[in-house]
């Protein structure tokens, strides 16, 4: 069954008629707030062989039941008590909506969806069911089974057309508003329609095979990428990008106007599958959004002139999600002294994607800064005290806004772990930055992807991936470059370090987690034995001693500072424990390069938790992100505006393979984790200071 987000609270508002066009009949006016709800992958699919791709995702059950439920009447008693609570109850803290206190939804299926339902869930209780269907008859369903006390019988209609008419007629007093559930007929006819002015999404980060898929849009970006607008399924081929749920709004040059989101939820997982909920609103023709806007706040409870007939929209339960929350938008009013301020995606009202955190830091960092030189000379604005948290009991907080460099987070952290100080050694896996111009041309990639996909080897197939992924081609191989320009001779001469090798970082990061004290030599030197090996001695005291206050481990050696090719940056972590198996780490940074660095730490140490986690036999449950001295470099400013107009998508999960042979944190190799869901926007070009 598809399913929306939770905060589908109605307004109880009834906005301006729409006309709903019909078969050989007189149009009339709706009334009703008419929404489609559905979960898809994310090529668009949201069936196959009449049931669902995936496996069973609890929440989303949960969440497709209570919206569905959820009426104006219910959100009307909650105005006044979800302002206090929000911030304890984040994006799923409402509370169930009772049935029959005054109104109800009405839920319009096609008789396939219908028929899909286990007959112990049908009719969907609590709700209106209508099914459009020529051949089914309301008698032969209500010979199915006997209607629960107070439940509405079954309806049937033999358009769409006729159902809202059926509606609108027989219980413009009792149905609040109109959910239509599947499947993808239905779905197209409504959207042709012109009725709809919200769409209820789950997105489904994984791609799983589908036989039916979702339809296109306005709004869809699908529609930009070289295929007819009117195709209402991706071919077999098409690139496995999330399209209708993250438009980019303000570059269409379609006359529809299109649908753009105001709710993100956090990221969930089941059964191995991430996904969130977001809400998208039909806004005006011609609606731009950027991430840099007036004062004047602009939300579906907002008026900023005419309208034609066709976007005047009924403000519809979806709406809830910024009526509810205005006070939010208020709270914005007040600190927004400038004309212009910059708001990472400012349409997203509902902001319950982790993610969003980091963007919101961005948009604080570049309004509210403070301007200043830095060592690189290229001049930075920053604050100082910032915080950030993650959860890792669901999914992992790989930042989709931009492509965080996974293969880097990787290999740098077992390059850690290991007390390795060769730099060279990273740069022999691929982690460091690539000057040589692609073999294969962009475009021809482009073209020829899926077959070339089909046909090469795996290390080209990579090569292809990495250079599809990319924007330019020159940024194919592009990853951190840390070490790569702070190991080189003339970095190590301007240090006094004259006397190191090439890719010698001195006794920093690793080397201080495993052999803190110890006499640094060289990068060739072998150490076992010598210092103390903290992250030994964290996980020890994790196993033996869970409520310890001492379980943490710093970079931070003054007595060796200045044999370091760079001090570190991230210099403390400490973990904790509760309830005897909820593992929690918090990181302190001292110095915070939001653009380019802030994005891998975060990964980097939720890595080391999910690691730490199982050899202890301990599940992950949060990572704390306290940074000092945050700051956004001056020539990263118009690449991070770029970052703030997009939407965050579901994070990943990532799953620890082999977990019987990994007893030890040194038994971990990079070939013992799988990310599954990652399907994040594409790179953004930033050049690190040095």
Known sequence: MPSAPLSAAGTGEVGPSVAVPTRGVVQRNMQKPVSLIAAMTPRRGIGVNNGLPWPHLATDFKHFSRVTKTTADEVSRLNAWLPKKIAKTGDSGLPSPAFGVNRFN?????????????????????????????????????????????????????????????????????????????????????????????????????????????????????????????????????????????????????????????????????????????????????DACSATESCELRGPWTSTGETSPETRLPSSSASAVAQVLAWMADEDRKKCEKKEIIRAVPHVHFRGHEEFQYLDLIADIINNGATMDDRTGVGVISKFGCTMRFSLDKAFPLL???????????????????????????????????????????????????????????????????????????????????????????????????????????????????????????????????????????????????????????????AALDEMALPPCHLLCQFYVENDRDLSCVMYQRSCDVGLGVPFNIASYSLLTLMVAHVCNLKPKEFIHFMGNTHVYSNHVEALKEQLRREPRPFPIVNILNKERIQEIDDFTAEDFEVVGYVPHGRIQMEMAV
């Open 106 to 286: 009405a839920v319009v299926m096609g008789r396939k969806t219908w028929e899909s339902l286990p007959l112990k869930f049908r009719p969907l209780v609590d709700r209106l069911n209508i099914v459009v269907s020529s051949s089914l008859k309301e008698e032969d369903i209500a010979a199915e089974k006997p209607l629960v006390e107070g439940q509405q019988r079954v309806r049937v209609c033999d358009s769409l057309p006729a159902a809202l008419r059926l509606v609108d007629e027989e219980y413009r007093e009792s149905v609040d508003q109109i959910y239509v559930v599947g499947g993808a007929g239905l779905y197209e006819e409504a959207l042709s329609l012109g009725v709809v002015s919200h769409l209820y999404i789950t997105r489904v980060a994984r791609d799983f095979p589908c036989d039916v898929f979702f339809p296109a849009f306005p709004g869809d970006s699908i529609l930009s990428n070289k295929q007819a607008a009117s195709a209402s399924q991706p071919s077999a081929a098409a690139e496995p990008v999330f399209v209708p749920f993250c438009p980019q709004l303000g570059r269409e040059k379609s006359n529809e106007a299109s649908y753009r989101p105001i709710f993100i939820s956090k990221t969930y997982s089941d059964n191995g599958v991430p996904y969130d909920f977001v809400v998208l609103e039909k806004g005006r023709k011609a």
């Open 400 to 558: 989709t806004t931009k492509r965080v460099f996974w293969k880097g987070v990787l290999e740098e952290l077992l390059w850690f772990i290991r007390g390795d100080t060769n730099a060279n050694h990273l740069s022999e896996k691929g982690v460091k930055a690539s000057l040589q111009a692609p073999l294969l041309s962009f475009r021809l990639l482009r073209r020829l992807g899926a077959f070339l996909r089909g046909v090469t080897p795996p290390r080209l197939h990579a090569y292809i991936e990495c250079t599809r992924l990319s924007s330019r081609p020159s940024a194919a191989f592009a990853g951190p470059r840390i070490w790569d320009k702070n190991v080189t001779r003339e970095f190590l001469d301007s240090r006094n370090l004259s006397h190191r090798e090439v890719g010698d970082i001195g006794p920093g990061y690793g080397f201080q987690w495993r052999h803190f004290g110890a006499t640094y030599k060289d990068m060739h030197t072998d150490y076992t034995g010598q210092g103390v090996d903290q992250l030994k001695k964290v996980i020890n005291m994790l196993r033996t001693n869970p409520t310890d206050r001492r379980m943490l481990m710093t970079a931070w050696n003054p």
